[in-house]
């Protein structure tokens, strides 16, 4: 059965907790990233939550009134406050540096991605297992091939080590945005679903991967040096184990948490031990190299199952989604909205920059479609799982980001123009997912229900 939004009636002290406590981190990380302790600039955080959370709403109810997800009007509302500098209005050109609401859209994501964990059945999904891997891997290997040979058509005398960096940037697909539409749409559970979100996640472990191996590789090249391949075999071995960890062990530790808890008889106990179990995991994730996003989904299959047993004093038809809807509610649309902010217009304008933006974001698209070739269950709509791939989100500008502090050669590996085109690509296929896989699936299921 897909997502259904429910009525909340959690007492307000537990409320009001759940919110304190990202704030909170949001404080310390303010306070440490401006070296004075004890010392919070808090009104740009206030501030910035206002704009955001107002235009998220307002944006999400205009394109939902439009047909389209909510996820898509958020997005357009980040490009609009980010890109009023074009008209002369620089007055919030620094919330898209700010690092207390960049902190507080990092634990949005989280929750978004602990949620989608929730409620994807881990039993439903390792049926389509062998497809999620197909498809990731097709969807790795086509796009970065493709982007390769469209950079070097554009930049013949780049070292052929920057046109790989480039075809990496194409590898990876954005879990957010995928997962919010499927979400907004009802369509976890289907079997479409099911293959996109676990492509998504081994999709970004690959992609780390790849990043992990490239970086390796033009850094070795930059100092003269051969790359050890063991590097390379050592960021998959710690992929396969933490992943392999976090469901098979995470399990069976996460039984034995919730049933110590019991004693506290508490109605906030199961909120409280979920948050710790999903922090701990997107850390872990994190320590060992990893996207935190991963361990986030990784805690919330694990809690499927584990989620009531042990605990006396929570009503058994209170699910953790449910405790979990007022803080994702307020911090999930400020994910989407910074990155929306994030989107320079601009960069439309540089010479040449937009026909390489064009070749970059068709090849990124073509390139995902690749996906339906790792589709082996019989009946499910082959383009929904491609259009599903296609966003870069976030992922494609951290790996630009990286390319541009590398250098090789004298020379950066990502330099201006490249890193304008590259988010251009990232902009273009984020926005266009939400709309084209929505259509899609509404169309290949129109009388609604799940398969």
């Known amino acids: 059965m897909g997502y259904q939004p429910r009525t909340m009636r959690l007492p307000p002290r537990h409320v009001a907790a759940a919110l304190v406590f990202p704030l909170m981190v949001v404080l310390v990380h303010t306070a440490h990233a401006a070296g004075e302790p004890g010392v919070v600039d808090l009104l740009p955080i206030l501030f910035g939550l206002v704009l955001i959370l107002v235009g998220a709403r307002i944006g999400g109810a205009l394109l939902e009134r439009m047909g389209q997800p909510a996820v898509l009007g958020e997005l357009l509302a980040g490009i609009v406050l980010g890109n009023l500098g074009l008209l002369g209005h620089h007055g919030f050109d620094r919330l898209r540096a700010d690092p207390g609401i960049a902190t507080l859209a990092q634990i949005g994501v989280l929750f978004l991605l602990f949620q989608v964990g929730l409620e994807t059945n881990v039993a439903k999904m390792m049926t389509v297992g062998a497809s999620s891997f197909l498809v990731a891997l097709f969807g790795v290997i086509t796009p970065m091939v493709l982007g390769f040979f469209v950079s070097r058509a554009f930049f013949p005398g780049h070292h052929p080590l920057m046109h790989w960096f480039v075809g990496a940037t194409l590898t990876a697909t954005s879990v957010g945005i995928t997962a919010r539409v499927l979400r907004d749409l009802g369509r976890t559970a289907s079997t ?195 259009l599903g791939m296609i966003p870069r989100g976030e992922v494609g500008l951290i790996f630009a980001s990286i390319g541009a502090t590398l250098m090789l050669g004298g020379e950066h590996v990502v330099d201006a123009a490249v890193y304008s085109a590259v988010v251009v690509m990232v902009a273009l296929t984020t926005l266009v997912t939400p709309p084209l896989l929505a259509w899609r699936l509404k169309r290949a299921m129109p009388a609604g229900g799940e398969r």
Do not use: H
């Open 192 to 386: 479409e679903g099911r293959i996109i979100l676990g492509a998504a996640v081994i999709d970004d472990v690959m992609g780390l991967i790849v990043l992990a191996v490239v970086v390796g590789i033009i850094r070795a090249a930059n100092q003269g040096a051969a790359f050890a391949p063991v590097s390379a075999l050592w960021v998959i071995g710690k992929a396969v184990l933490f992943l392999a960890g976090a469901l098979v062990i995470g399990r069976w530790i996460a039984g034995r948490v919730f049933a110590l808890t019991a004693p506290l008889e508490s109605q906030g106990v199961l909120l409280t031990a979920a948050l710790v179990f999903c922090f701990a995991l997107a850390w872990l994730a994190g320590a060992v190299g990893l996207a935190p996003i991963v361990g986030a989904f990784a805690a919330g299959l694990v809690l499927d199952e584990a989620r009531y047993r042990g605990l006396r004093g929570t009503k058994p038809t209170r699910r953790i989604s449910e405790l979990l809807q007022p803080i994702s509610t307020f911090l999930v649309p400020v994910f989407f909205v910074l990155m929306g902010m994030r989107v320079d217009l601009a960069a439309f304008g540089q010479p040449g920059v937009l026909v390489f933006a064009s070749a970059l974001t068709l090849v990124a698209a073509l390139g995902k479609q690749a996906c339906s070739l790792g589709v082996l269950e019989k009946g499910c709509d082959r383009l929904a799982v491609g």
